[in-house]
């Protein structure tokens, strides 16, 4: 469903301020197969998804969205097949407009202009009960301003509306990094639910290892643009944290503790 073949990417090449980002990766992931990406700062991880979500085009290599290269088409144009969710809940909504309209917004997204009616009574009917799917009391709130809710509130309706339009590639960029840990964890249940209902071809970045154990079909870490470790679903379950830390270990040839790794 989403392949990304042989990708590299450098900024500023040529200059004193080269940076490598990603050295040749390669990942494919089948539909409805959930990736969690771990790694050290810098190892990539946020390159990998904008270059899938369009929004850095590879030096070299190419993306492939069901079937199709995408690799020369821009975010906005990849818009209908790709949602993401970054890591600051502020990124992903709009706070001046309120639930109802940022709802209509992601709903619309990636529908052909001709079919855009505003919020109906069926459609407002529709915001409500996806709302109450996030159990967290927005449903009679839809006139609410945006701009008002708390960051977990937030975070939870971005990924709500990231998944309206069906995408069939979700990223997620350590979007539940800013939260606190209860939120934190309703944030990943309810990203595990969504991908669950929608059969979502997901990646999903996160520094929290107990996390990337537990969420998913498959991990991957990566280390100085590249992936070095790739766990099936088989092996990630019999994968402790400890093991993780064990590999990073291995590859920096330093010992690691779980704060560096966390944080
Ligand atoms: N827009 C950019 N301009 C220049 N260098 C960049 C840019 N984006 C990323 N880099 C560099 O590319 C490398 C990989 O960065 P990236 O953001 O992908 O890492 P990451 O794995 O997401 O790290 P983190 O865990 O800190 O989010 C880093 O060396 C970074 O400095
Ligand atoms: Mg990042």
Redesign the pocket.
């Known amino acids: 469903m989403l392949r990304l073949d042989d990708i590299t990417q450098t900024?500023?090449a040529g200059t004193a301020n080269e940076?490598v980002?990603l050295r040749g990766v390669t990942l494919a992931l089948e539909p409805g197969e959930f990736v969690t990406v771990i790694?050290?700062?810098?190892?990539?991880?946020?390159?990998?998804l904008n270059v899938a979500a369009g929004k850095l085009r590879p030096g070299t290599g190419t993306v492939t969205v069901a079937g199709a290269d995408v690799t020369a088409l821009a975010d906005h144009q990849r818009a209908r097949d790709v949602a993401r969710v970054f890591q600051d809940p502020m990124a992903g909504t709009a706070p001046h407009m309120n639930i109802e309209e940022n709802l209509a917004l992601a709903y619309e997204r990636g529908r052909r202009r001709g079919l855009r009616r505003g919020v109906t009574a069926a459609k407002r009917e529709l915001f409500a009960r996806e709302l109450a799917t996030l159990e967290l009391g927005l449903e009679p709130r839809l006139k609410a301003k945006v701009g008002m809710l708390s960051g977990g509130q937030r975070q939870a309706l971005s990924l709500l509306m990231a998944t309206f339009s069906h995408p069939k590639i979700l990223l997620l960029d350590?979007h539940t990094a800013a939260l606190d840990p209860q939120r934190a964890e309703l944030v990943a249940r309810l990203t595990a639910e969504a991908v669950e209902r929608h059969h979502l071809t997901t990646l999903m970045?996160t520094?929290n290892m107990e996390q990337a154990l537990r969420l998913g079909t498959r991990l991957v870490m990566?280390h100085e643009?590249r992936i070095i470790l790739d766990l099936d679903a088989a092996t990630k379950a019999t994968t402790t944290v400890a093991d993780l830390l064990g590999e990073f270990e291995k590859i920096k040839g330093a010992r690691l503790d779980d704060r560096t790794m966390l944080q």
């Open positions: 900024f500023f940076r980002a790694g050290s700062n810098g190892a990539g991880k946020s390159t990998l350590e970045v520094h990566m643009g």
